[in-house]
Each structure stands twice: as structure tokens, then as C-alpha cells.
């Protein structure tokens, strides 16, 4: 406990009274629009699952060897029941977007307004748009029933990340997490068994929370695995879960 009493400046006390009016008018009415983000999600989500998130470079241009394998995962997954979600940008995005849009199931798109890289693809049959990016990051992990993780950059490792702190901290409830790909992540993976594992930042079974695949009926063999004896529908505790991401 602090001995003695701080002095903190008001916002009124270090700028000028109008212009602290209006600096407080526009972050309330920016609450607003964070709400609005989470609400039109939720109408236009909540009905989709079981679906599944896919991640991956915006970079992979159509016909590299990346870019069709996430066509054909996607389309794998769409036939089996599966609504996949995307960034609903170019790259893996917009390839698990093609995937999904030619096949049975919905093809989601969690589009952000970014300054360059990002553009909606025409292959959506659910298009959102955000402006906050931590509003977008709940629905990726709060809709799907399972990550697949395609080769990508910082992006991607951020979603791997946050799902893998969601799971491990059990403020998230357990998803498989499908990495795709066992050349590209080997390194990754290695690090962190020498480095984080070595050191004590994780636990070596934390490693288990995720799956190295590379052919793609073993990415959707690996969801209805996981959920071969539990089932796709929530428990009580996991939605429970879910209102607190």
C-alpha cells in the first residue's frame, strides 16, 4: 500500500477545458462503436457453428503451393459441415474464402480496414467489417470450433498465440489447433521446446495443444477426432467461458 498520496493531474488540469470535453465525447461515442462490432457479430454469427478458423499469410498469391492447399482445405472442411472464417483479405484468406464459398457450408469473412495489404474478397458469404482489431480477434476465436493454422507471418503467429494463451490460462475453452505445414513451423516448434519449455516458461504439455499436419484430410481427420467423443455442441462451462473473452 502507497505511505503517501500521489498527485494526478486531471485531463481538465493539463489541456484546456473544451478541448478535454471533446477528447472524453469522442472516446465515449468510440465505445459505441466497439459495441456495435460485437453485437452485429454475434446476430450474424451465432447460428454458423460448428465453424472453423483459418489463418495464414496475405501474401500467398493464387497457385503457389500454399494458396491451393488452403483452397482445398477449406473446401474439405465446407463439405464436412464446417463454416470456415477468414480475415476475408487477399493471400490464405481469401483462399480459404474460395474454398469454402464453392462448397456446402458458409464462407465468413472478419474484414479489417487496415492502411495497406487488406481488401475484402468477393468470396463471402458473411462479410463483416471491423475497425478494432481486439473486436475481430474475439470472433475468430469466439465462433470457431477450431484453428487451422496455415504458414503466415506476424498476423498469424498472433492469432496461434492468443488461442494458445486462451487455452492454456483456461480463459478459452480447449479447440484443436491445426498447424499446417511441419517444414515451416519446425522451427517455431523447436524454439519453443528448447527455449520456453528448457527455461520453464510453459509446460511441456502445453506443446499438446497443438497438431502438425501436412496433408490436408488430416486436417479435418484431427477436428473430428478431437471431437469424435465429446461432440461439437458447448458445454454449460464452455459458453460460460465465452462471455468473458
Excluded: C
Excluded at 13 to 19: D, I, L, S
Excluded at 90 to 100: H, I, R, S, T, Y
Amino acid at each position: 500500500m502507497l505511505d503517501r498520496q500521489k498527485n494526478i493531474p486531471s485531463l481538465r488540469a493539463v489541456t484546456t477545458p473544451e478541448r478535454a470535453t471533446s477528447q472524453k465525447a469522442r472516446e465515449s461515442w468510440q465505445i459505441w462503436g466497439i459495441i456495435s462490432e460485437f453485437v452485429e457479430a454475434a446476430e450474424r454469427l451465432s447460428e454458423i457453428r460448428p465453424a472453423v478458423s483459418i489463418f495464414g499469410s496475405a501474401r500467398a498469391r493464387d497457385g503457389t503451393p500454399v494458396y491451393t492447399q488452403t483452397v482445398e482445405i477449406a473446401r474439405k472442411l465446407s463439405d464436412a459441415g464446417f463454416a470456415v472464417i477468414s480475415g476475408g483479405g487477399p493471400g490464405v484468406m481469401e483462399a480459404a474464402n474460395k474454398g469454402a464459398f464453392d462448397g456446402r457450408s458458409p464462407s465468413v469473412g472478419l474484414n479489417i480496414e487496415l492502411p495497406f495489404e487488406q481488401h475484402g474478397n468477393p468470396f463471402q458469404d458473411i462479410s463483416l467489417r471491423f475497425r478494432h482489431f481486439f473486436a475481430r480477434k474475439v470472433a475468430f476465436v469466439k465462433y470457431a470450433a477450431a484453428y487451422v493454422v496455415m504458414p503466415g507471418g506476424f498476423g498469424t503467429l498472433d492469432e496461434l498465440t492468443e488461442a494458445l494463451t486462451l487455452i492454456q490460462t483456461k480463459m478459452g475453452r480447449r479447440i484443436p489447433i491445426v498447424l499446417v505445414g511441419s517444414e515451416f513451423w519446425a522451427g517455431l516448434l523447436s524454439w519453443m521446446k528448447s527455449a520456453l519449455v528448457e527455461q520453464g516458461m510453459i509446460a511441456e504439455n502445453d506443446l499438446d495443444l497443438m497438431q502438425v499436419v501436412d496433408d490436408s484430410d488430416a486436417v479435418v481427420d484431427a477436428i473430428f477426432d478431437f471431437y469424435e467423443k465429446r461432440g461439437f455442441a458447448q458445454t454449460p462451462a464452455e459458453r460460460e467461458q465465452l462471455l468473458y473473452l
